[in-house]
């Protein structure tokens, strides 16, 4: 195990360096939420107001949550609710506030069991492009000879066999116990330090083909063109839940990953390092994404299937599309896995430090109960398509089971967990305690603290009611 870092409990594992932190944080923070899910939210919110409203969102509510959260990790060195407590105690206030910090265990534990259902999915189109690759070999697009529509029926295909689904969702969440239960250096540092840069080479590579070859014009205008007329309340509460749930927000993940940095690495930087790369990742996303849907005369609202149904018909017109198209889903792959691990990590260090489990048995528990709600979650694209769980509320009227688990946590679970976490640092913890672990000063630190204090739960709290209620 890693050397602690100076100020670290005892018997609690640490990163073994500032990068491997960063890597990790980066690695949990990018993932299905930039490739698929923010290319989709923006898809299905009006495009330009929704994404600039999702980077206003990010400088000015997510990073000083994302330093809030690292922060109250670091001081506790424990898993995110006993974290809370230990500063809460600290600071002589009660310890009930780790209450944020359970609900946020329980977030993550949610999202981990959907978001390995589109894991699998992932997995499913390694193995079509595999297959692919093999059959055609290396020269010439991908699946040659057939007709595009055949190629965009691949999804409603897998979409309509639930066991298939099923299978492969329990597949990818297998692979992201597997390193969880090796523990912090040997599984989930290790997940990381190797899979993130392979991740990067291949996402530029991809991107600068896609500006290009692709309608990029016509993508920069749907990103960027700001109309206000379409910045609606519900598209200010998807923008502001897309945000957290692409910076791994509100949902313990960050707490527990920053209880394993050391003392002497430096919270509010590397929170900077945390929110602009992964905010470039989704940016960029966008910017590959779009110009081949555009180019392809796709529907931009295509929802959940956007980045699975559009990109298999560009690799068909690229020279050494299988190939290419291969490696696009491998990248997306080891994206997805280390941010799996960091959602399965969160439950787990709990679980396994409140009972004085061994980490094994407690990831073994935390996966079992994530194949439930996962294999549901997979049904609801077929056999169980019209189970709606929260249909008596508005919001969520006619929402599938998979459908509902995303919307609650990252429209309900997620902003106010944050608005938690804001009022604990801003308010209720010891200022002293809290400018020890952040990293800032002058002006910046000043900027900060009014951020948590006053903007980010004001804001959110107006987003949250008017998200709502509209
Ligand atoms: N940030 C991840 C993504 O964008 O795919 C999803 C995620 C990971 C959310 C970890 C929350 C979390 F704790």
Known sequence: MAAAGSGARAGHENWSSRSAFILAAVGSAVGLGNMWRFPAEAGENGGGAFVLFYIFCVLLIGLPVLLSEVLIGRHGQANAPESVRRLARDSKASEGWSVLASMGVFAAFLILSFYCVVGGWVVYYIGVFASDLFQTGLSGGAFQGRDPEEIKALMPGLFADGTLMAGLNLGFLGVTMFFVARGVSSGIEWVAVYLMPLFFVLFL??????????????????????????????????????????????????????????????????????????????????????????????????????????????????????????????????????????????????????????????????????????????????????????????????????????????????????????????????????????????????????????????????????????
């Open 205 to 470: 590579a991809i991107t600068i083909y896609g500006a290009f070859t692709g309608n990029f014009a016509e993508a920069v205008a749907y990103l960027f063109t700001f109309d206000f007329s379409k910045l609606t309340g519900e598209v200010m509460l998807a923008a502001v839940g897309q945000a957290f749930f692409s910076l791994s927000l509100g949902v313990a993940g960050m707490m527990t990953y920053g209880a394993y940095a050391n003392r002497d690495t430096n919270l509010g930087e590397t929170s900077g390092i945390i929110a602009g790369a992964d905010t470039a990742v989704a940016l960029l996303a966008g910017l590959a994404i779009f110009p081949i849907v555009f180019a392809a005369g796709l529907s931009t609202n295509a929802g959940p299937g956007l980045m699975f149904e559009s990109l298999p018909i560009a690799f068909q017109q690229m020279p050494f599309g299988s190939a290419i198209g291969l490696a696009f889903f491998v990248m997306i792959f080891f994206a997805a896995l280390t941010s799996s691990v960091s959602l399965l990590e969160a439950p787990t260090a709990y679980v396994f430090e409140k009972f004085k489990l061994a980490r094994p048995v407690a990831t073994i528990i935390v996966g079992a109960g994530a194949a439930v709600l996962g294999v549901l979650s997979a049904l609801s694209f077929n056999d169980l398509a019209e189970f709606y769980p929260l249909g008596f509320i508005p919001l969520f009227a006619e929402t599938n089971f998979f459908d509902t688990l995303d919307g609650v946590t990252a429209k309900l679970f997620m902003p106010i967990g944050a608005i938690l976490t804001c009022i604990f640092v801003g308010w209720i913890a010891d200022a002293r305690l809290i400018d020890s672990e952040n990293g800032l000063d002058g002006a910046l630190h000043k900027l900060w603290r009014a951020l948590v204090r006053f903007v980010c739960p004001i804001v959110l709290a107006v987003i949250l009611f008017v998200g709502l209620t509209s």
